[in-house]
């Protein structure tokens, strides 16, 4: 380490990681181009704010350019590299080379609010802020909904404890001013109100969770099972829930076909069960009767834990539906009746910013799906989950979302748009 920046004359490349704001990096980068040469490389490891910003008014601004490593940085492989107007393009190459000398994974990421994966992600977090802020469930429950059905490492509240709340929350001020203030990327006031209390995560010992030595962090504990669940009617064409039947019939449980029966509708006694597409149970009970939606799961058929939310008066179901599920070694979390629930309306969310960012950046797909897997270790890149789903489902439940909220964050993206019409792959 260097004890003033005097110390680094000499050096060829030097990479900046100061605080996140703009004027600080402009007057660090001042210095440095006072004391080395004009062929040394500064490098910025900022996030989310533009490389031609940082590098305006500099000697030589083609050699200024963004080198995002990502916490713990030994440990993490990705390296988003970054051009400003200005950066000479010769220099990706270069950095490109050198992060694969390093053991580090390299994608070229567009000089855009958030870049690659602070724009991808932002609807993680924002979306499970809104999700605990409409009392959806507990956070607890968000949390191991996401990490035991979404298969994420953590849920949005324990992710953002560790990355620190203030920490967490600046990136998402940044990127919503870059973005002219889109009420997509607006900061939640819930955790506004954690920053002003300095309850700031893992690091102050209180955030979302309390860390506090004597604090015991809440359990997520599922339904009790009640009484013995009836047979399990499935339609001909069972869909995304396809694994789910064949789980249930392999560990026993009364499960027969019904011709009559819609697509992706099961039917448990006076009940229908069906994966959310975006619509309250109280909006699809109104045609289809007693309604239970279920969450979207990345496995089914070994997923340890769903989350399910019943229409207005067919709460009582929940309880069989979770005497059904527990043969197989599922537990069910009971959610409130919010449109899109927490998987699927976060993974959609996921899906569609990152469309966004191929639509309007030129950032190729591969490039996505490897930073959101690098960079915030994702079971799977947003893209090839939109896939999997198909981006007619992600278009639809986008869709359902918008006519509910009527909110502009749900817009659906050019680039989602072109393969739900076009009946084609977002990764091709």
Known sequence: ???SVDALEGCGLVIEAIVERLEPKQALFRQLAAVLDETAVLATNTSSISITAIAQGLPHPQRVVGLHFFNPAPR?????????????????????????????????????????????????YAEGLRLLAERL???????????????????????IDLIGVEVNLSVTESVWAATQYDARYAPNLIQQELARAGHFGRKSGRGFYDYRPTAKK???VGLSPVGHAPTLRVPSEAGLLTPLTERLRGAGVAVETDPSLPAEVLQLGEARVALTDGRTAAERAAEDGP?????????FSTATV?????????????PTLAALLQPAGIELLRLDDVAGLAVM??????????????AWSGARADDIDIAMVLGTAYPMGPLAWADALGPSRVVRVLEHLHRHYGDARYRRSPRLLRAHFAKERLRG
């Open 1 to 3: 380490m260097a004890p």
């Open 76 to 124: 993490m492989k990705l390296v988003e590299i970054i051009r400003g107007i200005e950066t000479d393009p010769a220099l990706v190459g270069e950095l490109q080379a050198l992060s694969k000398a390093w053991g580090k994974t390299p994608v070229e990421a567009p000089n855009a609010p958030g870049f690659i994966v602070n724009r991808v992600a932002r609807p993680y």
């Open 137 to 159: 469930a507990p956070l607890e429950a968000i949390d191991r909904l996401m990490r035991e059905a979404g298969g994420f490492s953590l849920g949005p509240f324990e992710l």
């Open 218 to 220: 809440p359990q997520a």
């Open 291 to 299: 309604t239970l939606l279920l969450d979207l799961a990345r496995d």
């Open 306 to 318: 769903l989350g399910a939310a019943a229409s207005p008066g067919a709460e009582g179901h929940l």
């Open 345 to 358: 309306r976060i993974v959609c969310g996921l899906a569609n910013e990152a469309a966004d960012v191929m």
